[in-house]
């Protein structure tokens, strides 16, 4: 018996041992090998192989100052604790990252308080205003869904809540989380760049001026140096040549992109030229045109005005690349609203505001990374698009109306008499009308066995018939990217904001993911399509129900509890009484 009883003590010294050796052997290997296990479904604890890289390159700490501390609704509690998880998972691939949760409200006086609101505000971050239901009633809640985060002595605000037009607050939240991934190491990446890959503004043919663009310049100019070009029929204006050991010379693009932002007159055959070879070498092109010029300011003094086609000599070249601009105005019963003067009351106007349907408000429903999760874009006097047969073209539609549009063919009258009559949906029966698309691939010269006479001669071109793999987006509206000016001080306003509604549209995000695709090698913008399913509760069920699971939340523990006692009782009772 006492021989049994030695054999079982060292037994379980023998595996208590083992288990420290395992112990042990584990953590030294951990210290050697880095790896994580993320066992949810959609892997929402996965960085991306282009966020990791960007963490690992970091040489100074990121802080971030997250403002988001507090007591506050479920929602953003959701919000704060997924960032913090995030930052700790950042933290997990670089010793850089550093963090702290700010509850900006926690002052005792009001004044205090509303100190530090101005403070923030002034650096960037951007309120949000809630209406809390509490025992006594309800009580306004301010809180500030962002951080700033500092590198080096750069400091720079980071908005953690993506508005979107149209969404319910759940699922607003539930986009914000889907890109927080996105939105912090793009955070990282703008305040670390060292080398800007240029981008330019194409100027010259009547395009947007610098003040119309100022504010995606400025949101540009983060990431990219950004110039603004005269082509002016200068072969080496995109351009320019390298020379190679051997005396060989090599001819590279200056830029990785460029914008073609609204246009109101022709190009000649030599520019047209000039941005086909560019696209050859592999440069990409976003191109904002009008099919259609129309305008809102003869509406201000008539109440009618024309839509008349602006032809831009882009047609055939254009169509070479895979799309064709059409010359109508698309008309979509989801549009933004405009002042109109209804009457007057003595001296001062009675105004009213009407859906202008010419203003689409379209809503982004793909899921490519420059749409996916995107908040409505405004579009003014937008044409539609269509696709044409391109060998080795991948095409994508970007954007696209509602299914309540409309189709009016150039030239056509525009009327403010349209919006104080109830429409008839009937009319509106050319759905979904692309107004956005993406071209990759490999693009056909549009000048092949046709260069101009003027540069027939010059040797020092390097015509190119085919294009490397390269990319382009087609958008038909130029409008899209131009800001609006505060109409009593004359200051650009942000981008995508409406002075009239005071909405903010997705329209700079739009052009700086567009930008973000062409010109960033690393891929940071594919973790925009990161899923993360949103599991509510069935809010009638569970008041149905309360009472029932309550119940069962207090009473079965303890059941299983006592009926497990008995069982284990009875067990031993069994077995000591057969010994």
Not at 450 to 461: D, F, G, H, S
């Amino acid at each position: 018996m006492i021989s049994k009883k030695r054999t079982i003590k060292q037994n379980n010294v023998i595996q208590l041992l083992l288990c420290l050796v395992i112990i042990i052997l584990l953590n030294i290997i951990g210290s050697y090998v880095f790896t994580r296990f993320d066992l949810t479904s959609e892997k929402r604890y996965s960085l991306s192989p282009a966020t990791k890289k960007a963490l690992r390159n970091l040489d100074d700490v990121v802080y971030f100052k997250v403002y988001l501390q507090g007591d506050f609704p479920a929602g953003f509690k959701r919000l704060r604790n997924e960032t913090m998880e995030m930052l700790d998972e950042f933290r997990a691939y670089s010793d850089n990252i550093q963090y702290e949760f700010i509850n900006p409200s926690s002052g005792s006086d009001k004044k205090e308080r509303n100190s530090v609101y101005q403070l923030l505000i002034q650096r960037g971050l951007n309120p949000t205003d809630l209406q809390v239901k509490t025992k006594d009633g309800s009580n306004r809640q301010i809180i500030f869904p962002g951080a700033l985060v500092t590198y080096k002595t750069r400091e720079i605000p980071l908005q953690l809540l993506n508005n979107q037009i149209g969404e319910a607050p759940e699922a607003v939240l539930n986009n914000s989380i889907k890109n927080l991934e996105y939105n912090l190491i793009s955070t990282i990446r703008k305040l670390s760049v060292v080398d800007k890959p240029k981008i330019a503004f194409i100027e010259g043919q009547g395009e947007l001026n610098s003040g119309q663009v100022y504010d995606i310049m400025t949101a540009l100019s983060e990431y990219y140096a950004v110039d603004r070009v005269k082509i002016n029929q200068k072969i080496y204006s995109l351009t320019r040549r390298d020379s190679l050991k051997g005396g060989k010379i090599a001819i590279v693009n200056k830029y990785k992109a460029i914008v073609i932002a609204k246009p109101d007159s022709a190009f000649d055959e030599k520019d047209k030229f000039i941005i086909d070879q560019f696209i050859m070498r592999g440069g990409k092109v976003l191109w904002l045109i009008d099919p259609v010029f129309a305008s809102m300011d003869s509406l201000q003094k008539n109440n009618e005005s024309m839509g008349v086609t602006n032809d831009l000599k882009l047609d055939d070249q254009l169509f070479n690349y895979g799309v064709r601009l059409n010359y109508n105005l698309v008309l979509d019963l989801n549009s933004v609203p405009i002042p109109i003067v209804t009457g007057r009351m003595g001296n001062q106007p009675q105004i009213e505001f009407f859906p202008w349907y010419y203003f689409p408000v379209v809503m982004s429903s793909g899921a490519h990374p420059i749409v996916n999760n995107l908040n409505a874009v405004k579009f003014e006097f937008a044409s539609s698009l269509d696709t044409v047969e391109a060998p080795g073209i991948k095409k994508t539609i970007l954007l696209k109306t509602s299914k309540y549009s409309r189709i009016v063919n150039a030239p056509a009258s525009i009327n403010l008499e349209i919006c104080r009559n109830k429409p008839d949906e009937r009319m509106f029966n050319n759905p979904n009308q692309p107004v956005a698309v993406l071209l990759e691939g490999e693009f056909q010269s549009l000048f092949t066995n046709r260069v101009p006479p003027e540069i027939m001669n010059n040797k020092l071109i390097g015509f190119k018939g085919k294009s490397a793999s390269t990319a382009m987006v087609v958008v038909s509206d130029g409008d899209v990217i131009k800001n609006q000016f505060n109409r009593s001080q004359g200051y650009p306003l942000p981008l995508g904001y409406d002075q009239d509604t005071r909405q903010t549209f997705g329209n700079k995000d739009f052009i700086m993911n567009i930008l973000n695709y062409f010109c960033d090698d690393s891929g940071l913008l594919y973790t925009r399509t990161r899923e993360v399913q949103l599991r509510l509760l069935d809010k009638t069920k569970v008041e149905k129900q309360k009472i029932y699971w309550q119940l069962t939340n207090i009473f079965l523990p303890i059941i299983l509890v006592i009926g497990f006692g008995i069982v284990q009782g009875v067990i031993r009772k069994r077995k000591f009484t057969h010994i």
